[in-house]
């Protein structure tokens, strides 16, 4: 049996469509053409940093100021002064090292010139790590790499499938072994985590028969 589709499947039943990666406030369930603009794609890098230590609550707030401040745009986070960034995205939390790590993206990003970078040249960005990374490329540019966070983790304990010294690629890898590669999957799969981690006590067993 392939527990881990298995899995993806319970929690379908269980919860039904999410509509990551909310773009502009709104959840595009079964609808997997976002994002469809570059501001767009570049608004999902920004929360995906910006979402780095703190809830996606923080985030919205963050991102709703950046753009009363017109500021989705790599230009002119680039351009801005780091203070004053760093006030308008205070909501998210370690906003002044959140600044820079926008700036620099935004510098990066401008560099792409409009093609998706690859994972190894996100790698190498200043405080880009392999969830932020991933997160990137699933969703802003619809690309086949499963996002491993904190849920994901309990989760696959809570089951004895992995234990804590498993690390980041290990996990990621056992998803994509295990898995059609195909982004929707891995997009609706991660969301399905992170809205089973927000419902269930990890403290309890899971069990993926029913």
Known sequence: MNIILSVYKKLYRMYGPQGWWPIDNEYHKRDFSYPKTGRQQLEVCLGAILTQNTSWKNVEK???????????????????????????IRSSGYHNQKAKKLKIFSRFYLSLK??????????????????????ILLYAYNQSEFV???????????????????????????????????????????????????????????????
């Open 62 to 88: 963050a991102l709703e100021n950046l753009k009363k401040n017109n500021l989705i745009d790599p230009k002119k986070i680039s351009s801005i002064d780091k203070k004053r960034l760093a006030n308008i």
């Open 114 to 135: 409009g093609r998706a970078p690859s994972r190894d040249e996100l790698l190498e960005v200043w405080g880009i790590g392999p969830e932020t990374a991933d997160s």
């Open 148 to 210: 491993v966070d904190a849920y994901t983790r309990r989760l696959l304990a809570s089951m004895n499938i992995i234990t804590e010294k498993f690390a980041y690629d290990e996990i990621k890898l056992l998803f994509e072994n295990n898995l059609p590669k195909d982004y929707r999957l891995f997009q609706e799969y991660h969301a399905l985590i992170v809205e089973n981690g927000k419902n269930v006590d990890y403290n309890r067993k899971y069990s993926s028969k029913k």
